[in-house]
């Protein structure tokens, strides 16, 4: 028979060690118990606002405190992401998390942040394709009649991008180095005017948004060659993917939600089930699939692995393009 000191000691002792997790559950049970603000890194109106917007306005609802939208752009988001690696990890301030993010890890080498160390992964939003589009005067149809065409014309073409670094620059870089062309590259401040020479034809191919592109497709002024997705995209159901003619080939802007570091697990996971009953939810798939996306649901841990092997493939492309920001 144990001692009935011993067995009270032991009780007292799992007592005491449950104590310093009682406030956390509680505080996951109250939260969120005031206004959340969710930095997106880029000014209103891109792809990545309006799935933040999309999503705040589901979790205001479900969750009954306004999460709010706060753009703070500047350095390619970085600016935005370093706001929220120095705010309290306490669940009230989120991070719009995108493909930037794995690219910039690699193109500055300065940064006061590691995104995959200093960010914790809630959940995926969706995973939007690029386009290769090119000038209607360019004399190929298809993937390879261009990476002929490219072949027999090196240095000739004119790539352009919304600015070094870019997700539209890397997939083309990744473009060049796996299909073994050369294409010099024009980068611009944003995607407009870049979309402008291209429809003018001082830029023969750009690796543009779905959203921003789809319209000069379907009205001939652009030719499709391919979506750089993994799949075919629903908005462009008979153009190719990339990868259909260079093997492997994928190239995705995606979003999700992060926070800082130590928000407790309990908010996390509050988040993230919050989150995926929206991805879920009919008209919220229907309003991502307007912007050319497909939704990502899935775990913190899935979110956080998908972070990781973008960071990764991005820095090889980074390294062997040499690629330097703005």
């Known amino acids: 028979m144990k001692h009935p000191h011993r067995r009270q000691f032991l009780h007292l002792a799992a007592g005491a060690g449950a104590l310093p997790f009682a406030p956390v559950i509680a505080r996951a049970q109250t939260?969120?118990?005031?206004?959340?603000?969710?930095?997106?890194?880029?000014?209103?109106?891109?792809g990545n606002d309006i799935a933040a917007r999309l999503m705040g306005q589901w979790l205001t609802e479900l969750l009954g405190q306004p999460f709010v939208i706060e753009n703070?752009?500047?350095?390619?988001?970085?600016?935005?992401?370093?706001?929220v690696v120095r705010a309290p990890p306490d669940g009230y301030t989120l991070l719009l998390v995108s493909a930037a993010n794995a690219i910039n890890a690699t193109l500055y080498n300065n940064l006061n942040f590691d995104i995959i160390r200093d960010i914790a992964?809630?959940?995926?939003?969706?995973?939007a394709t690029n386009v290769m589009m090119v000038h209607p005067s360019v004399p190929a149809k298809t993937v390879p009649e261009f990476i002929t065409y490219a072949k027999a014309n090196p240095a000739k073409i004119n790539m352009g991008s919304g600015a070094s670094g870019a997700p539209s620059?890397?997939?083309?870089?990744?473009?060049?180095?796996?299909?073994?062309?050369?294409?010099v590259h024009v980068p611009y401040r944003g995607m407009a005017p870049a979309f402008s020479d291209l429809i003018a034809g001082q830029l023969q191919v750009v690796f543009g948004a779905l959203t921003s592109s789809v319209e000069y497709v379907k009205g001939g002024?652009?030719?499709?060659?391919?979506?750089?997705?993994?799949?075919?995209?629903?908005?462009?159901?008979?153009?190719?993917?990339?990868?259909?003619?260079?093997?492997?080939?994928?190239?995705?802007?995606?979003?999700?939600?992060?926070?800082?570091?130590?928000?407790?697990?309990?908010?996390?996971?509050?988040?993230?089930?919050a989150i995926n009953a929206g991805l879920a939810d009919s008209k919220m798939k229907a309003r991502f699939g307007e912007l050319?996306?497909?939704?990502?649901?899935?775990?913190?841990?899935?979110?956080?692995?998908?972070?990781?092997?973008?960071?990764?493939?991005?820095s090889k492309v980074i390294q062997f393009a040499n690629i330097k920001p703005d």
């Open 72 to 83: 703070r752009p500047g350095a390619n988001s970085n600016i935005g992401t370093e706001a």
């Open 31 to 46: 939260y969120p118990s005031r206004q959340v603000r969710w930095i997106v890194g880029y000014a209103a109106g891109g």
């Open 121 to 127: 992964p809630i959940a995926g939003l969706m995973a």
């Open 292 to 314: 050319g996306g497909t939704v990502l649901p899935g775990s913190p841990a899935d979110f956080g692995k998908l972070i990781v092997d973008e960071t990764e493939k991005w």
């Open 221 to 273: 002024r652009l030719r499709a060659l391919a979506v750089t997705t993994a799949k075919r995209s629903e908005a462009l159901p008979h153009t190719p993917t990339e990868g259909e003619f260079v093997p492997g080939y994928e190239a995705s802007q995606w979003y999700g939600v992060g926070a800082p570091k130590k928000t407790p697990i309990e908010i996390v996971d509050k988040l993230n089930k």
């Open 169 to 183: 620059h890397v997939a083309g870089e990744l473009f060049k180095m796996m299909a073994g062309v050369d294409m």
